[in-house]
């Protein structure tokens, strides 16, 4: 099938009881649509696969990976290998509803949007571990990068191609699609969405992914605010290190002068060695972030290696 009006891209990781009802819920919601369908199997270690690939499906393409490389690189390659002229994203878990995307697609067209994100209506997780962690997340990521949405978890959008093959999905970078979308100058909105409780299987996540949200923040907010313009952001604390540093040598020279022991004064000495090896942590790990990022597009190279695709021809 080439070049449908729209491909819906599904990542599943363990979702074995999930896959049949899933995707006959995608063909009575997209019925008459010029569509197709890309599963990528993130290294599952149950019948997933299997199943997959003896679903007799014209519409149905199947990427297999060699072993689980995480959701963000999942969703790299079902955009990647989609061949629609928009792509739908969603979860494989039968939380999200595809009755949703038909509409979405429309408003997303009626309105010339570059992107549609879902927003989670009535969201049937647990408080603790899922909708509380999630706020956090939210409140955090909206509140640093400027880009205000309400639901950066939900994986249910609508993407123009040409806009989602160029968000480079690296790492765990797919919490932050809207910001990414934002740094192509993406024009976007967001819409409610259906949620349904899970009924096979167990959650993937838990309250240690907000965590996980702090340190790609850090990431994301200098691809924002200083990817263009980086001596803004080193050159600054450059500056102010240098500045600090040599007041605080500036005062030790002072007291020794003055014959004062300045062997003493370990609280001093160890808030500037903190100080200059958090410094350094931090800009190591936005460098080395970068030089990944440049490792990849340079070579055109992909965070992911797929065995082989599955389809079948109609």
């Not at 970078?173 to 976007?188: K, N, Q, S, Y």
């Not at 993937?204 to 949200?213: E, F, M």
């Not at 263009?228 to 450059?238: A, Q, V």
């Not at 030790?252 to 160890?270: N, Q, S, T, V, Y």
Request: glycine letters at 8%.
């Amino acid at each position: 099938m080439a070049n449908p009006l729209i491909s819906v891209v599904v990542c599943v990781y363990n979702e074995q009881d999930n896959i049949k009802p899933m995707i006959e819920q995608i063909e009575q919601a997209l019925e008459g649509m010029d569509y197709e369908l890309v599963y990528v199997d993130d290294g599952s270690k149950d019948q997933t696969l299997p199943i997959l690939k003896s679903i007799n499906n014209p519409r149905l393409r199947v990427v297999e990976f060699r072993r689980n490389y995480g959701q963000s690189a999942a969703l790299a390659a079902g955009i990647e290998y989609a061949r629609g002229q928009w792509i739908a994203t969603m979860d494989g878990d039968l939380q999200n509803d595809p009755v949703d995307v038909p509409r979405m697609l429309k408003i997303a067209q009626e309105r010339d949007l570059d992107m549609l994100a879902g927003v989670r209506q009535k969201r049937q997780d647990g408080m603790f571990l899922r909708k509380i962690p999630s706020k956090i997340a939210n409140a955090m990521i909206r509140r640093a990068s400027g880009v205000y949405l309400h639901d950066y978890g939900c994986t249910l959008k609508i993407f123009r191609a040409d806009l989602a093959k160029s968000l480079g999905l690296y790492g765990e970078l797919h919490r932050f699609i809207p910001v990414l979308a934002d740094l192509e100058g993406a024009r976007m909105d967001e819409t409610p969405v259906n949620h349904h409780a899970r009924q096979f299987g167990s959650s993937k996540y838990g309250i240690n992914r907000t965590i996980k949200v702090l340190s790609d923040l850090m990431l994301i907010l200098y691809l924002k605010r200083f990817r263009h313009k980086p001596m803004h952001l080193f050159g600054g604390w450059g500056v102010l290190s240098f500045a600090v540093g040599a007041l605080i040598l500036f005062y030790l020279l002072i007291e020794k002068i003055f014959g004062h022991d300045i062997a003493d004064r370990p609280l001093l000495m160890l808030g500037l060695i903190l100080f200059m090896a958090g410094l350094q942590l931090v800009a190591l790990g936005i460098l080395s972030e970068m030089h990944m990022r440049t490792y990849y597009e340079s070579q055109d190279k992909k965070p992911y290696r797929v065995r082989r695709i599955y389809e079948h021809n109609a």
